[in-house]
């Protein structure tokens, strides 16, 4: 797995640096701080004042980015695979998903700072914007892990299934977890209004067709090494995610995460962003 952790000095973001403790040692990690100069607030200013003003500020954030990389470094854990530390200057989330391209991340790490549901629809977020648009897997850390020990992997169809089992089979864990694989049918009122017509026979055509297939995935998971069954509910997706993923205590949301246009990203929003916004557990959003 080549790993990148994306690091401010954020309470959030040592949180994120301990979870390696969870996660295998790495083929390579990369521990990136960005340095983002803000602007100049006064035009008034002499153009020469200005420029030593802000060559001040782009050293002093340096200097502060490379303790803070040096920080983080000292918290991995023992072993945690190959390392290599890295400063840039720019715009953080835009950063990130350039190196992803650039190095061929598997899974970025970071933690959740700034994650709040008004600030991302109106002003966006560095975590909201790596897990939209990152073209691998993201990791967002909203509490302390240690272990992985519970694990709640909501699924929508099949091809969500094979594609958390892709993932699983890089072993991005360091140990086995016990997990439920989640089907949530959305039967009820205002999710699916037509499922009122649905017909008690077709209903559990469905039922069984989301049992046969949960069950499916729990089978390869067990192959793996892991503890999983496959659960089946009919309720509003997003809610009944969060109320199973509370009820079963996991530690992380396992799910996978489906691109979608701007306007629909935005205006409808996803059952990913509404899980991320609401749930407690820590997030891993697959993209395979």
Not at 128 to 143: D, E, F, N, P, Q
Not at 212 to 239: D, R, W, Y
Request: charged share 20%; hydrophobic share 40%; aromatic share 6%.
């Amino acid at each position: 797995m080549k790993y990148l952790l994306a690091v401010d000095g954020s309470d959030q973001s040592v949180d994120a640096t301990r979870a390696f403790e969870a996660l295998s040692p790495a083929e390579s990690l990369m521990v990136l701080y960005v340095v983002n100069v803000p602007g100049i607030p006064y035009p008034a200013m002499g153009a020469g004042v200005a420029k030593d003003l802000s060559m001040a500020v782009d050293k002093s954030m340096r200097e502060e980015g490379e303790r803070i990389i040096d920080q983080a470094v000292s918290l991995l854990p023992l072993h945690p695979g190959s390392v290599m530390k890295r400063l840039e200057k720019g715009t953080p989330a835009e950063v990130i998903l350039t190196i992803v391209q650039e190095k061929g991340i598997d899974l970025v790490v970071l933690g959740a700072r700034g994650i709040g549901q008004f600030q991302e629809q109106i002003f966006g977020s560095v975590s909201h914007r790596v897990m939209t648009h990152a073209s691998c897997s993201t990791l967002i850390i909203k509490k302390p892990i240690r272990k992985i020990q519970q694990v709640c992997i909501p699924v929508e169809s099949q091809e969500d299934g094979e594609a958390v089992v892709r993932f699983m089979k890089k072993k991005p864990f360091r140990e086995p977890f016990s997990a439920i694989v989640l089907h949530v049918i959305p039967f009820s009122e205002p999710v699916w209004p037509v499922g009122a017509m649905i017909s008690p026979e077709f209903r559990k055509e469905i039922i069984a067709y989301g049992e046969k297939f949960t069950n499916g995935i729990s089978t390869e998971l067990k192959q793996m090494g892991h503890e999983a069954k496959g659960v089946v509910v009919v309720g509003a997706p997003s809610h009944t995610i969060i109320e199973e993923a509370t009820k079963y205590a996991a530690d992380v949301i396992l799910m996978r995460t489906h691109s979608r246009s701007g306007v629909s990203r935005f205006l409808l929003g996803s059952v990913s962003h509404s899980v991320v916004h609401h749930t407690e557990s820590s997030i891993l959003f697959v993209r395979e």
